[in-house]
């Protein structure tokens, strides 16, 4: 059976037959929320069809004239398709703010802030810079990034990924092809470079991630108050910064270039 509809269904519709029986399908998975006897899926638009269309319009879409039709690209069409929910650029753009990423060191948890705040006084005291993208991931996000590289890497197979409450996206685009591209677009926009955990530290504030660069050799104070040299490279894979780290109980994970944590997890 195709997943895109080719040509209008429903009162004065092509009423193709292969896209007459997509669309009461499609219905007969909506057919318990609208209080409606599943449809015969038998390709023709009968008097039922169209009556599920009227209700699918009438009460979910809250259409104050409901026609009876669906048309390819159309509201309704989108709607019952899950076109509006499918993943990718247009999808992360539209909904990534409902599932926010903080960058502020206030919203840690309190025990791991109190490692993390003297850690960061020390680089900048040195004359390091320090530039944070995460703290705080709202646990959605954690989902959306996790399977955003799983999908797109093709770990997972799109209609494997499982559903997540309160998160109404569409993996699987009915090609495979389109949807690890889909996929890719959200891994790219997130700027992902390696694979995120679905239950991050970052989820319960216990993670940063950030940029440290400095010049030349810096003399930074470790937890112990004793002055160590920085030398170069000058950025976060620098070992002996991991040490001076992990004397305030800020741990580098290694494999994550811009990571730290409560454990290195």
């Known amino acids: 059976m195709p997943t895109q509809l080719q040509q209008s269904v429903g009162a004065g519709g092509a009423n193709l037959p292969a896209d007459v029986q ?9 057919a318990a929320a609208l209080q409606i006897a599943a449809l ?50 247009a999808w992360w753009q539209a909904n990534q703010a409902r599932f926010p990423n903080s960058d502020s060191v206030d919203t840690l948890d309190a025990a791991f802030k109190a490692k993390v705040v003297p850690f960061l006084a020390a680089l900048k005291a040195a004359g390091a810079s320090v530039s ?33 409450p309160r998160c109404e996206i569409v993996w699987d685009h009915g090609d495979l092809a389109q949807s690890m591209a889909a996929a890719q677009d959200m891994v790219n926009l997130i700027a992902i470079r390696v694979q995120p955990s679905l239950t991050s ?24 108050g004793q002055m160590v040299a920085l ?31 409560v454990d290195g997890t």
């Open 132 to 164: 944070i993208a995460s703290t705080l991931r709202h646990p959605v996000r954690a989902y959306l990034m996790h399977y955003s590289w799983k999908v797109a890497k093709g770990i997972l197979a799109p209609d494997k990924v499982p559903a997540q």
């Open 201 to 224: 530290q970052h989820i319960q504030g216990r993670a940063i991630d950030m940029a440290v660069r400095w010049n030349g050799t810096l003399q930074v104070k470790n937890a112990q």
């Open 40 to 89: 015969v899926v038998n390709g023709q638009a009968d008097a039922a069809t169209v009556a599920a269309i009227r209700q699918f319009q009438t009460q979910v879409l809250h259409m104050p004239s409901a026609d009876g039709r669906i048309d390819p690209g159309g509201r309704t069409w989108r709607d019952l398709s899950g076109a509006d929910a499918l993943s990718g650029a």
């Open 22 to 30: 997509l669309v009461q399908g499609l219905l007969n998975h909506e």
């Open 231 to 261: 030398p170069q490279p000058a950025d976060e894979m620098n070992t002996t910064l991991h040490k001076i780290g992990l004397s305030y109980q800020v741990v580098k994970r290694v494999e994550d270039p811009p990571h730290w944590s």
